[in-house]
């Protein structure tokens, strides 16, 4: 006579999806991803699940993230796929980021409903990282059972329209007699490139009014002065 007990086998956990699984952002605008994961052994069997945002399946000069359920911190890889670094608990009032992407943890978080895990990524992309990207995900539960990497969205980063600046005027400050051509050469700059620029104004007055002086635009959709 004896006894004996039966244990389930493990069963692997499982990418359900990624809400919104297609879309654009501009750069530096906050966005936030759900992702979805499940374990029919329970949410809590989750190790951690990882989430990347690139051209192709690579964790260099991108967003790579992982959630590690155990010690729960969140984790972003640095620029050249090689480290980690240190982690943090969602909530956080902390934002990790490489030269790449940022990932904001005070807008960050995580929660369980039955056997789904639900993480909110808040990732903002910076202006070197534009184009479009395939989303990817992994999860791994506490046996090193796994599902991924899998593709489960893509999503297109614009430019963020940066202003443009006067830089100078030349010559500064002078004199010259009526009936005399001058020549003031203005120079303007458009972090977006000189194409961006619209027009250009030049005012020569005693203040800052229109009338009765020179003011002049040049616009360069036109090509007019």
Partial sequence: ???WTVTSANQPPRIESVAPSAG?????????FRTVHSDPDGS?????????INTFLNGANCFSAQYNQTANKFY???DANTSFGNGYAPRSPITLENSYVKLDLSR???????????IDWCVIFKNTFTGSKNIYSYVEDKAGARDGWRPIGTWTITTTNQPPRIDSVAPPAGSSKADEAVIFRTTYS???GSQDILCVNLLINSWLNGANCFSAQYNQTANKF
Wanted: charged share 15%.
């Fill in 108 to 118: 960050t978080a995580v929660s369980s409903s039955g056997n789904s895990l639900l």
């Fill in 76 to 78: 972003l890889v640095n």
């Fill in 24 to 32: 654009s952002s501009k750069t530096d605008e906050a966005v936030i």
């Fill in 190 to 192: 458009d972090p977006d």
């Fill in 44 to 52: 809590q069997n989750i190790l951690c699940a990882n989430l990347l």
């Fill in 1 to 3: 006579k004896g006894t």
